[in-house]
């Protein structure tokens, strides 16, 4: 029996890198990532998305759509951030956006 790559698998299934479903696809899943990382970060610091909304400025539902992955932009990502006191480093070259990473501010 053979094996494959998640890599083969996103080729043949969605497309391969440069394929414009594959772009949509992979910035798909990198929102859904920080989405989620934002959400861990939250529930660490015992808050609830009511409680983050607070401090960012915006409703609930918001926060819901930004741990989601929908509604991510840049400028929504860094507010988010500052109001949990953490920093991210992004990585963001010609392939699009790397992993980003949360952490403690400096």
Known sequence: MRCYTLEEI???NIGK???TE???FDADVEAALIGASIKNARKA???TQAQLGERVGVQTAQISKIESG???TISTIVRVLN?????????INCEGLSPVTLGNRI
Do not use: I
């Open 10 to 12: 996103t080729d043949e």
């Open 17 to 19: 890198k440069g394929v």
């Open 22 to 24: 594959r772009e949509r």
């Open 45 to 47: 610091m015992n808050l």
């Open 70 to 72: 929908r509604n991510l």
């Open 83 to 91: 109001a949990l006191g953490l920093s991210a480093n992004f990585l």
